[in-house]
Nanobody
């Protein structure tokens, strides 16, 4: 079993930055990749970014050039550096880990005011 705990959400003005963190614990040897999803009110949960065990990263088109997953240990921690935030980035951000099973954190709220 893998537990994921997110932190770093909050309220920020448009154009500002936030850094989210996700810490994994438990059976981390089973983790192959980690990433972030988000869900805005009334919308489906959507992919944001991910990093594989080899360090390769993938980003959704609507965050490319603004969001970055810094290189690190993709089996235990994944951060999301969010710059040039827009009101449409407002959502609950969830950490996800891929392994023998899919694991999800409980989410952290990000609110971007205009």
């Amino acid at each position: 079993q893998v537990q994921l705990v997110e932190s770093g959400g909050g309220l920020v003005q448009a154009g500002g930055s936030l850094r989210l963190s996700c810490a994994a614990s438990g059976s981390i040897a089973n983790i192959n990749a980690m990433g972030w999803y988000r869900q805005a009110p009334g919308k489906l949960r959507e992919f944001v970014a991910a990093i594989g065990g080899g360090g390769s990263t993938n980003y959704a088109d609507n965050v490319k050039g603004r969001f970055t997953i810094p290189r690190g240990n993709a089996k235990t921690t994944v951060n999301l550096q969010m710059n040039s935030l827009k009101p449409e980035d407002t959502a609950v951000y969830y950490c996800r880990a891929w392994g023998a099973y899919d694991y999800w954190g409980r989410g952290t709220q990000v609110t971007v005011s205009s």
